[in-house]
């Protein structure tokens, strides 16, 4: 057990573009992994939630706040620290055919983390290759085959085989399930969990379907044009989200409970609508102002900090005391 959270992300800020034209992706957020643990990141499409991913595992650069993984901050990591760190360090990418190299067999893509590990002899990686494939479910001579021979969910399945070869401790999941059909989201859902049960892995799972993170998660992080919303244990989230935003969300989210699908019944807002890009970066105020049908005019003003809600997660709401008397069940009548 360790001390530290195993990922701990501090006031993360990832531009892209320069000056006038700099575009503000992640903007403050902060949020930490422990050991064994799945965090779920969601938020609608251009939210950030890859950007944050990729500055996790060096793809993008913070321009400021940093990124510590397990007590060292790797936030400005050399090249060669970064290559000493990938295999504990894995990113799971949501599509399936274009992660997989097609001109190279499934043994060829899976070598690729065990390259960057001293302590496995060249003549063990075959065998570790394909323990990794039978523990994913696919049969050892998938690593002599390309990976056209396989459908989306078996290439995700190596796409997993390939980060669990290098003995990870922490896998970024970037939406890896989208892109499968409905009844194999299941089954890959269901391995990374056992994978987790077995193996003590610990995920930042990234998703726009809150019903999919649900299952996996057990805290959840809720971001809106780069910011964090909404922070807590997922059952806590679900079943009294305390952000508007939040609300909006599970009330547009397939909703089998009866219970659930009134809690954000309420609200107008649409979280599908297109996130626009027009706030400037860094200003004041809170990014869903423009959306959301409690705002105030302080709430353009400054922005608000997370704070310990009512219902026991972090938001960031300046309103929430208020939304929550609107939100909750008028008993007072009752009382006599
Ligand atoms: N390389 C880049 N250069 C410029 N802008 C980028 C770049 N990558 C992402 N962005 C922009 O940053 C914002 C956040 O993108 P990001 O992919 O992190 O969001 P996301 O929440 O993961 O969305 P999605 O679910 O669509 O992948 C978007 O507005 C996107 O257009």
Redesign the pocket.
């Known amino acids: 057990m360790t001390r530290h959270p195993l990922l701990d992300v501090r006031d993360l800020t990832v531009e892209?573009?320069r000056g006038r034209t700099a575009?503000r992706?992640?903007d403050g957020v902060s949020l930490s992994v422990a050991e064994g643990e799945t965090v779920g990141l969601v938020?609608?499409?251009?939210?950030?939630?890859?950007?944050?991913g990729?500055a996790v595992v060096g793809l993008a650069a913070a321009t400021a706040g940093s990124v510590t993984f397990d007590g060292e901050d790797i936030t400005r990591a050399t090249r060669r620290r970064r290559r000493q760190l990938s295999a504990a360090l894995q990113m799971m990418f949501q599509d399936p055919y274009s992660s997989l190299n097609p001109a190279r067999t499934v043994g060829d893509s899976l070598v690729e983390p065990l390259l960057a590990r001293r302590d496995v002899e060249p003549r063990r990686r075959r065998e570790l290759i394909e323990a990794a494939l039978r523990r994913v479910g696919l049969p050892a001579d998938t690593a002599q085959r390309y990976p056209a021979h396989f459908s989306g969910g078996q290439r995700q399945r190596i796409v997993l085989a390939r980060a669990l070869v290098g003995t990870p401790r922490l896998v970024i999941c970037?939406?890896p399930v989208s892109a499968l059909d409905v009844s194999v989201q299941a089954q890959v859902i269901n391995l990374l969990a056992d994978l987790q049960a077995d193996l003590g892995l610990s995920y930042l799972f990234?998703a726009?379907d809150l019903a999919v993170v649900r299952h996996l998660s057990h805290r959840v992080v809720v971001?809106y044009r780069?910011q964090v919303m909404e922070s807590g244990p997922a059952e806590t989230v679900y079943s009294r989200p305390a952000h508007p935003y939040t609300r909006a969300l599970i009330a547009a989210a397939p909703v089998p409970d009866p219970a659930r699908a009134r809690t954000g019944a309420d609200s107008p807002v649409q979280p599908d609508q297109p996130?626009e890009?027009s706030a400037p970066a860094g200003g004041p105020g809170c990014r869903f102002a423009g959306r959301c049908p409690y705002v105030v005019d302080e709430c353009t003003r400054r922005r608000p900090p997370l704070t310990q809600a009512w219902s026991g997660s972090q938001v960031a709401c300046l309103r929430q005391r208020e939304i929550a008397d609107l939100a909750r069940p008028k008993v007072a009548s009752m009382a006599h």
Do not use: N, P, Q
């Not at 938020?43 to 944050?52: D, M």
């Open positions: 892209y573009g575009f992706a992640v938020g609608e499409s251009g939210s950030g939630k890859s950007t944050i990729r970037d939406e990234i726009h971001l780069g996130a890009r």
